[in-house]
Structure formats: C-alpha cells, structure tokens
C-alpha cells in the first residue's frame, strides 16, 4: 500500500479494476464501489467495526471479491481545512492497511466534510426515510458521496490511464 495523491490513482490500478470507497466512523465503516471507468460510485455495505486485525480481513475479503485496484478514504478534516484527531486516526488506519493487514493496494484521501450530514438530510427531505432505516444505509450512503466526489473530480482533472497490469 502506499498513500498517493488522489491525481494519481488511476494510473496507479489494474485496467478494470474498481475503487472502493470508505466512510470510517468509529462504530461502523460505510463502503462504496466505483466503476471501473471512474463513473459512478454505488454504496456496497456497511461493516461493524470490531477488532482492526478483523476489519482489515473483512475490507480484504471484499477487495478480492470485486476486484478493487485503489482505496479512496473520507479524511474528515475539521470545518476550517486543518487535520484533527478523527483525521489522524484515519491517517494511521491506512497505515495499518499495509503494515499490519498487508493490503498491498494505493489509497488516496478525499476530504468528507459534511458527508454524512449531506447524506442524513437527503434521507429525511427526499426519501422521508424512518430514523431505523437511515441508520442502516446512512454510511455506506457516505461512502457512496466521498467516493462520487472523488470520481468526479478525476473525471475533471485527469484522464483515467490505465496500466495493463
């Protein structure tokens, strides 16, 4: 695994590959995948944090499963730009995706600022979604929002290169 600038990423991933986005809360951890043509961000599922040794098992499981080339992980920045210490602890789980868990894949960062606000006020003014049932979808929602932002602005800063690995 190595941190790289989100600019990057897709010369960094195998052709057909997805990315896999994530929404890391302190309960839950909200995941998204993308399309392989940096398109579309769908939100996949939503994992119960428990022991980091067993998440990372899980997040790895899942990787295989869908063939995911790149992490894109919500940085949840304070309100004014600065990192603080939600966004440090995001900082160290990425490294302890490669040191510890050996997921050998690039991960770049994607401010989330209000993801999850945005996502809850959707739930309740267009969908009228039931305070149960938000809480169910409201991460893997999440997910689905920091990682749409982030292919959209791949789409409009870079064009997609891929290698042929």
């Not at 022991?51 to 995911?68: I, Q, W, Y």
Request: glycine share 6%.
């Amino acid at each position: 695994m190595t941190i790289i600038d989100l600019r990057d990423l897709p010369s960094r991933m195998p052709a057909r590959s997805r990315p896999l986005g994530l929404d890391l809360g302190e309960k839950t951890i909200g995941l998204a995948l993308g399309t392989s043509d940096f398109t579309l961000a769908s939100p996949l599922e939503t994992i119960q944090r428990s022991r980091f040794r067993e998440d990372a098992a899980k997040l790895t499981d899942l990787c295989k499963t869908h063939n995911v080339g790149a992490l894109i992980i919500g940085l949840p920045l304070n309100m004014d730009g600065t990192e603080g210490k939600r966004a440090r602890s995001t900082r160290q789980f990425a490294r302890n995706l490669s040191e510890i868990a050996s997921l050998n894949l690039p991960i770049a960062f994607w401010d989330e600022r209000l993801s999850t606000a945005v996502v809850e006020r959707f739930l309740i003014g267009e969908a009228d979604m039931s305070r149960r049932r938000r809480g169910e979808v409201v991460d893997k929602m999440a997910a689905a929002y920091i990682l749409q932002g982030a292919l959209d602005f791949l789409r409009h800063t870079t064009p997609p290169a891929r290698t042929s690995n």
